[in-house]
């Protein structure tokens, strides 16, 4: 069965620069969950969106921004990176009103030098 | 609100012996309750879920979990542990079906198995 993917799988930046994150939900999903694992972190809840519009905000930095498409896939934006970006971002999605649960994707691997 | 509180950040066993994995909710409405299992550097993955209905649930890899309302606990359970049960395991709530789209986490507890 077809999965949650997240592209890329890794990333390397300078500070200050710009990274995007793509997740592309399992389809007929129409919710996405972005979260991000520091080393040795719980995921902590940034951002979700249901049917396109934003429907949740945890401790997503100003820095950052994300959005979902028509296509129902989704986009974190981060910019002006800070080593303490270095990160798993996990991208999960549902469907609104099914059997409740996430559905995770590999993670994004994210490193800030 | 929805909130989840998993005793013991790690908890150590021997091979063998009996898994138990402990996490309380609070939640003003009938919740739905998931733990998910994570190996190191990969995503999380469902173990099992309660919604409605009997209230021991079975997951993967001989996992089970008990909903008891009345303690509001939601424990993890495995009669014999394996080596490949080592991994993180994250108990999470959300607000069911009155508001599906808001889910938390526990803080995590980190299953070491000793052989």
């Known amino acids: 069965a077809a999965g949650v993917i997240q592209s890329p799988r890794h990333l390397i930046k300078e500070k200050r620069e710009t990274a995007t994150l793509k997740c592309y939900p399992i389809p007929r999903h129409d919710t996405v969950y972005w979260y991000q694992q520091g080393p040795g972190q719980d995921p902590q809840f940034l951002i979700s969106f249901y049917e396109k519009m934003q429907s949740d905000k945890g401790s997503i930095p100003d820095r950052f921004s994300a959005q979902q498409f028509s296509d129902y896939h989704s986009e974190l934006n981060m910019s002006s990176l800070e080593l303490g970006d270095s990160a798993l971002y996990f991208c999960?999605?549902?469907?609104?009103?099914?059997?409740?649960?996430?559905?995770f994707g590999e993670g994004s691997r994210l490193t800030v030098l | 609100a929805q909130s989840v509180t998993q005793l013991g950040s790690h908890v150590s066993v021997s091979e063998g012996a009996l898994v138990l994995l402990r996490c309380n909710y609070s939640?003003?409405?009938?919740?739905?309750l998931f733990w998910y299992v994570q190996y190191p550097n990969q995503g999380l993955q469902l173990l099992l879920k309660?919604?409605?209905?009997?209230?021991l649930v079975k997951g993967i890899n001989g996992f089970e979990a008990e909903f008891k309302k009345s303690e509001t606990s939601f424990h993890l359970t495995k009669p014999s542990a394996h080596m490949s049960d080592a991994a993180e395991y994250f108990c999470a709530v959300t607000g069911g079906i009155y508001n599906f789209n808001k889910f938390y986490f526990g803080s995590g507890t980190k299953l070491n198995v000793k052989p």
């Open positions: 999960a999605s549902s469907l609104y009103g099914g059997t409740g649960e996430l559905f």
């Open positions: 309660y919604t409605t209905g009997a209230t």
């Open positions: 939640s003003s409405v009938p919740p739905y």
